[in-house]
């Protein structure tokens, strides 16, 4: 089976010389409550939607913290709780019923946050940072999966202190999806790792990434009728995301386009910045990615066209997510350290935004 085409078309003529809408304006999102104080990691909506109006927002940040918010959809916030790592906090998942959250970060450990209790216990270790942490719910079976700069897969039952699996793996981790039966897995060296989750996860030999530059973001998207993962979208520090099919089928369809670039030339070039994050519509299947150069953008992939955008950057934008309905969109702004130490600026602390995302999402829509 081949997962990757020779092809590499830009988006159409329409996302190229669309201009990003002032409507986008982060002036108009409502902020988080009580944001994290360094930069954040990553942002999860609990899984579970019966909440009416409101649900629940996680956040891992650098200041190795684990938060959550009770948020609505018309942008009110409370803070929750929160809970802390012995180092950087870098990833997190929910469980299915939405009663734990999972994280992993810097210190070495995955914890399971368990929220009725409150009781934070370790529930998987790695020799080195840990950068992702899924949940792999089947019916075979239930685990979480963890991958490290320590050149680890690790996959977890949370009442057991050993790995189910380990899995080695050519370089350290640095982003991961998982959509049952897939995982997909960017490692250093721009590689790509393949699971196959059926009756214990399986990994298919890695295959180079179609980007030039190092992996930085993916998602798995689904296929129309949302039953089946149908590919991934795969962000680098190039300023630029790949749509890439799993099915032999489907590669003519795969493709790259360029991103969070500068809007004009600066001294006679086109500055370029780094795709922090992506991610896609849960109902409408289009994609929201954000960068270094403090922008999101949403597209549809299958037009490949823009939507829409965001005009006035004042940080990087470091993560994003959707709620389960699609109705709310969560970005973190904050410094990404892509420009060094030298650069940190202490009068612009890091800050969530939300922002109702079911119609601005739509297919179809013109920027």
């Not at 649900?55 to 940040?61: G, I, Q």
């Not at 075979?140 to 700069?149: I, P, R, S």
């Not at 549809?300 to 955008?309: P, W």
Request: net charge neutral; aromatic share 10%; glycine share 8%.
């Amino acid at each position: 089976m081949s997962f990757f085409g020779s092809g590499s078309n830009p988006f159409g003529a329409s996302a190229n010389t669309a201009t990003t809408t002032a409507a986008a304006g982060r002036r108009k999102d409502p902020e988080i409550a009580s944001p994290p104080s360094d930069t954040v990691s990553c942002l999860r909506f609990s899984p579970v939607t019966s909440y009416g109006t409101s649900t629940f927002l996680a956040a891992t940040s650098w200041d190795n913290r684990v938060r959550v918010w009770e948020v609505t959809t018309n942008g009110t916030s409370e803070p929750k709780a929160e809970q802390m790592h012995q180092g950087p906090a870098l990833s997190a998942c929910w469980a299915a019923d939405g009663t734990k959250l999972f994280s992993a970060g810097a210190d070495n450990t995955a914890q399971m946050w368990d929220l009725a209790s409150n009781q934070f216990v370790q529930v998987g270790a790695h020799e080195a940072p840990i950068k992702t942490i899924h949940l792999i719910s089947t019916t075979d079976y239930t685990c979480l999966m963890t991958g490290g700069w320590d050149k680890k897969m690790k996959f977890w039952d949370a009442r057991q202190p050993t790995p189910m699996t380990v899995i080695d793996l050519p370089e350290r981790v640095y982003c991961a999806d998982v959509t049952y039966p897939v995982a997909v897995v960017g490692i250093a060296g721009r590689q790509i790792c393949l699971f196959d989750l059926n009756k214990g996860p399986k990994m298919l030999p890695p295959v180079e990434s179609p980007l030039m530059f190092q992996n930085r973001c993916v998602s798995i998207f689904m296929d129309k009728e949302k039953t089946t993962p149908a590919g991934y979208a795969l962000g680098s520090i190039e300023g630029r995301v790949a749509i890439q099919y799993f099915q032999q089928f489907n590669v003519k369809n795969n493709f790259t386009f360029k991103c969070h670039r500068s809007p004009a030339a600066v001294n006679g070039y086109y500055e370029v910045y780094t795709v922090n994050d992506l991610a896609f519509h849960p109902i409408h299947g289009t994609l929201a990615t954000v960068g270094s150069d403090g922008r999101y953008a949403f597209w549809d992939k299958d037009a490949r066209t823009k939507i829409r955008g965001l005009d006035n950057p004042e940080m990087q934008l470091t993560c994003c997510a959707f709620d389960p309905k699609g109705a709310l969109f969560a970005y973190a702004s904050g410094y990404d350290w892509s420009k060094g130490h030298e650069s940190a600026d202490p009068s612009k602390p890091p800050k969530i935004f939300l922002r109702q995302s079911i119609d601005e999402m739509k297919p179809g829509q013109k920027p």
